[in-house]
DNA sequence: TTGTAGGCGTTATCAC
DNA sequence: GTGATAACGCCTACAA
């Protein structure tokens, strides 16, 4: 492999005057410069990262632990972060830890072994202890989507209790009593927070949902079967905590024979592409998630370079995308 | 940062024994082995994969490039790869690059300076004379997707052709002979060879697609509208090129008041898990996604180590999956 | 303006 | 069994 080295015989100088060109450093003459920068273009040379983080360099790499990106809720989100930070200088490694507790871990060891600079992590609820090691070492973790309790240097997380609220107080709003609840995973700590907002705004109205199905996995067949489950209790409404639960939920009442939102409104939560092109027209609440992963490669940036000349953003707000499986109930 | 030379005075021993513990390599004796390994435990310690790699190690780092991973097909892609990969040792930079030749180039002189060992891609059209450095050095680039001309050492490419072929002939044999054809992005190789295996189909019955609409992005509202126009030209049935295309068309009928599948027969290419949770639900070619995936990463693992131990799988075959979107045209 | 040399963390080679 | 040490590619004093 070419190195450094290399570039110097082939140029006939010393591998100072290259590293100089390479990085724009110190004193190099227009024609040694021009001799340099050819031989540099001829092989394609690029310096080793390796060698330069072993000398003390930062090494901008950063470690993005998401559950999946499978799902493109948060394939939006690994996209969105990747780009940002690829823009400001850093590769990133996008993994997919299933909610795992036991594949995080083993995605941390090979963090500290790579040396990222800094984390961007949604992790799985149970126990965070294995982000120990990075907060030993200084490293920053930003979390995202989900708290990390005491180890995330900085959250951009947005308020899911208020969006569990914002479902709940829109069908309460129109009208509705019997409301069932419906998502997934349970274990999800975003999940759990719309859930007890949910169920707040309900209480607030004294009211308790009709029926709660939580399952373990992000896909339509299993909210399929859980909005089975739901449906049986006869709500006049149903709130999905995901894009995704609200999607099944359609299909379920539809093999049912209910016509939404004559007969069941529906509600999700997210804003996925998905969302707009059901049929009928899923209304949502939705979080800008582009808008999200951009705010955390910032900040993780900050917390990395320690500049505080980049700007914190405050997080944007849940807005209600009101489409068409939502209207007010029959009277009975 | 902690050493290998921490480690060593922590364990009153030398570099040399530690290593030798890391590494399971030559001798060292119980007691000594059980200090040193304490001594890493309590650190946490992490050997430098820098260090390593510069020392003359494999990096055991490979650069997945796809035009993106917000969009379901490549999320899952994504996702797939990089989990066979990470359990063979591997490690991932996972980069979108909106199929552009420009980010492409960036991500491709980022994969050498890392000095990755491997690389999986699915390439935009224009040219691939940016993946040469690549091959120079001797680096093994497989193919997904979209071959890669002359630039790639394998290739996991399902027969897009034939998945033309066979959209056109399941329309064919319902009896339909007014068939529009629309998708995007109309770069991509693989749509462009699904476009032309589809005309063939319809050229053996001595037909032509009332209407070919092609679009620069995977998206539906743009599939929408591309929809729209092919439906002017009053076809009897539609072939989505992706099931993005085939879902936006069916909302484009939808809101023209026409009844899937009595007014208008849709079928997809992916099968994406939308595909089965829209309504109707959508009849398509499916391609095993995860397969794929799995596929290459072990390709890629044989190419890396010359291993010839691995097997070869063969590519698994494209199925129709019949589902609510086609039916025969109704008689004139 | 250019060149020489040391050291970053690791592993392999060689002595002890 | 164990411990020095050279070398990997790069950058940065420092010397010339």
Chains 1, 2 share one sequence.
Do not use: W
Not at 76 to 95: T, W
Not at 205 to 215: A, E, R, T
Not at 303 to 317: F, G, K
């Amino acid at each position: 492999m070419a190195s450094i080295k290399t570039i110097a015989t082939l140029a006939q100088t010393s591998v100072a005057s290259v590293s100089r060109v390479l990085n724009n450093s110190g004193y190099v003459s227009a024609a040694l410069r021009a001799k340099i920068e050819s031989a540099i273009a001829q092989t394609n040379f690029q310096p080793s990262s390796d060698a330069r983080i072993l000398r003390g360099g930062k090494s901008h790499l950063v470690g993005i632990l998401l559950p999946s990106i499978d799902v493109q809720f948060f394939g939006i989100l690994a996209q969105s972060m990747e780009q940002a930070l690829f823009d400001l200088g850093y590769q990133s490694f996008i993994c997919s830890t299933a909610e795992s507790a036991a594949h995080e871990a083993r995605y941390v060891a090979m963090f500290l072994s790579r040396r990222v600079g800094g984390v961007i992590a949604a992790s799985a609820e149970a126990g965070a202890a294995h982000f120990a090691p990075l907060r030993a070492r200084g490293i920053p973790i930003v979390a995202i989507d989900r708290d990390l309790h005491g180890y995330a240097s900085d959250s951009i997380v947005i308020d899911h209790d208020l969006g569990g609220r914002m479902m709940a107080q829109h069908l309460l709003d129109l009208g509705h009593r019997k409301i069932a609840i419906l998502g997934a995973p349970q274990h999800s700590q975003s999940i759990k927070r719309r859930l007890a907002g949910a169920k707040a705004a309900l209480g607030q109205s004294g009211l308790q949902p009709v029926s709660v199905q939580l399952g373990m996995t992000h896909d339509f067949a299993q909210a399929y079967d859980l909005a089975r489950n739901a449906l049986a209790h006869r709500p006049t409404a149903l709130i999905g905590l995901t894009d995704i639960a609200a999607i099944g939920a359609i299909h379920a009442a539809h093999d049912l024979g209910l016509q939404i939102p004559r007969d069941l409104s529906i509600i999700g939560f997210d804003d996925i592409p998905s969302a707009a092109f059901v049929l009928p027209r899923l209304t949502t609440i939705a979080q800008p998630i582009r808008h999200l992963g951009h705010i955390a490669a910032q900040r993780l940036h900050r917390l990395i370079t320690s500049d505080p000349s980049v700007q914190m953003n405050a997080l944007p707000a849940l807005t209600l995308i009101q489409r068409d499986t939502t209207a007010p109930p029959i009277p009975a």
